[in-house]
């Protein structure tokens, strides 16, 4: 049970039509499940996430390991671990070189927000002007950590497992993040309904699986991401990334993007 | 003298750094009496000068979220410091005491009244809401969080006896009337149903 009590405090209506929004969104998490499958062939089986971390983690993910860790920073919707699907491998390479691919742990019974479509961004819009603080949270030199706080709250009032958003970061040349793609910010939840924080437990069986030869830095003022090596001066090799990356994660093997 | 001195380096690099967190969660959960003393140990008042109250801030979450206790020596300097710093640490202070697992345990146990309580999260509470200047600000706060604790706060800012009160008993009033809440609600903030 959730320890906060904001949802009771909306308008009637807009609470009502958030949680009709949230219930509309199990076929777009559900293709997503399927779209990410270990075996493509077996529609019960596990699906896959991928997340990057620095080159001084890869050590801790060829070995066992306590899984993926929950961030806390001002990420895009707050607290959470932030991965994409297998499906699109590359897409959050800018965040390091290390690709972590593991399975989702029960996915079929998450409650999902798929920010995606805009209808759904315009509900939490109208979600967020409805907060006593929000006018001091925009106006203050301190938005940028107030609004992803608020973003917490509006997770925990309506007990949002996964947002499932586009990109708002990419590499500078486009060849390895995509608008088109989707991120996921997943919830661990405390016993009272709370954020958590630590290692995950939407993970298991998280290996080093990609690795990429390319390093990304945050251009100052980290508005963009840089690729430091573009050795082929183009894109990597996507096509068969996806079947490369399951078929490595299988076989317990490490599948190389070359710059 | 708690582990402050010698974690002060780790926490403040965890404080900034993503990466760091992580590695200071590993090497408090390799090392139980480690993690005992920083989650659940004392604090000295001779020690807040190790961290600065952005630090304490992200520390005390820290302790929070890993099942520790609220320090009442960090509360106590938070509430001191941040009553002239910026609007979005007493933002955060407040979710600290109002989001405290232990608070709204002994918070939700009295719903319908205010007394004595041991809990540190609730002391730290009532001392906040009969000091701080701007009672308003406080019970927008309270409002923003929701929870068994924060009703607790606003129910010693409408128990006040002097105008504090009746400026937020008249903000909680119209906020109940627009937005149609049920009696319930109001009447956990110590207002007529």
Redesign the interface.
């Known amino acids: 049970m959730a ?4 949802a ?5 209506a807009l609470s009502t039509n958030i949680r009709g929004a949230i219930e509309d969104c199990r076929p777009a998490w559900s293709q997503f499940v399927s779209d990410n499958l270990e075996d493509r062939g077996s529609p019960a089986g596990p699906s896959l996430a991928v997340k990057y ?2 080159s ?2 890869a050590a801790t993910y060829r070995s066992p390991n ?1 899984g993926l ?1 929950i ?3 001002n990420f895009t919707w707050g607290r959470g671990v932030y991965v994409t699907g297998v499906q699109e491998p590359l897409s959050t390479a800018i965040y390091g070189r290390i690709g972590i691919v593991a399975r989702i742990n029960d996915p079929a019974n998450w409650t999902c927000f798929d920010a995606r479509d805009p209808a759904n961004e315009a509900l939490y819009l109208q979600w967020l002007h409805a ?3 929000y006018p ?2 925009v106006l ?3 938005s940028d ?2 609004l992803h ?1 608020l973003r917490n ?1 509006f997770r925990e009032q309506f007990q949002i497992d996964v947002v499932l958003f586009h990109p708002d970061e990419a590499d500078l040349p486009g060849w390895y993040t995509r608008p088109i793609d989707t991120w996921l910010a997943v919830s661990d939840w ?1 016993s ?1 309904g ?1 954020l ?4 995950s437990g939407r993970f298991s069986d998280a290996r080093l699986t990609i690795l990429i030869e390319d390093e990304f830095v945050a251009d100052k003022p980290a508005l963009t991401r840089s690729p430091q090596l573009a050795v082929s001066g183009k894109a990597p090799a996507s096509a068969t990334l996806p079947a490369d990356a399951r078929t490595a994660y299988a076989r317990g093997d490490v599948c190389r993007v070359e710059s | 003298m708690s582990l402050i001195p010698v974690a002060a380096a780790f926490i403040r690099q965890a404080a900034d750094d ?2 760091y ?2 590695n200071l ?2 090497a408090v959960h390799e090392n139980p009496p480690a993690l005992h003393g920083l989650i659940d140990g004392p604090v000295d008042e001779t020690e807040l000068g190790w961290l600065s109250p952005s630090e304490w801030l992200w520390f005390a979450r ?1 302790r929070q ?2 099942g520790g206790t609220l320090d009442p020596q960090i509360l106590s300097h938070l509430d001191l410091v941040l009553a002239t710093a ?4 007493r ?2 202070f407040r ?1 600290l005491i109002m ?1 405290d ?1 232990g608070a ?1 345990l002994a918070a939700a146990g009295a719903i319908s009244r205010l007394g004595q309580y041991e809990d540190v999260g609730l002391q730290a509470a009532e001392r906040h809401a009969r000091n701080f200047p701007d009672s308003l600000e406080v019970a ?2 309270a ?6 604790a924060a009703w607790f706060t606003i129910r010693v800012l409408t128990s006040l006896d002097d105008r504090r009160a009746r400026q937020v008993r008249g903000w909680l009033e119209r ?1 109940a009337a627009q ?4 009696p319930e ?1 109001t009447g956990l903030w110590g207002l007529q149903s």
């Open positions: 320890v906060g009590m904001g009771a405090l909306l308008p009637r971390v620095p001084r983690f306590p860790f961030g806390s920073s907060q006593v603080d001091e949270a203050t030199v301190h950590h107030w706080q709250l405390t009272t709370l958590s924080s630590g290692y | 993503e990466n967190a992580q969660h590993d820290w979220d890993l910026s609007r979005a640490s933002f955060e979710g989001r697992p709204n927008r706060d409002v923003q969080y929701a929870t068994p906020i937005r149609q809440l049920d609600v």
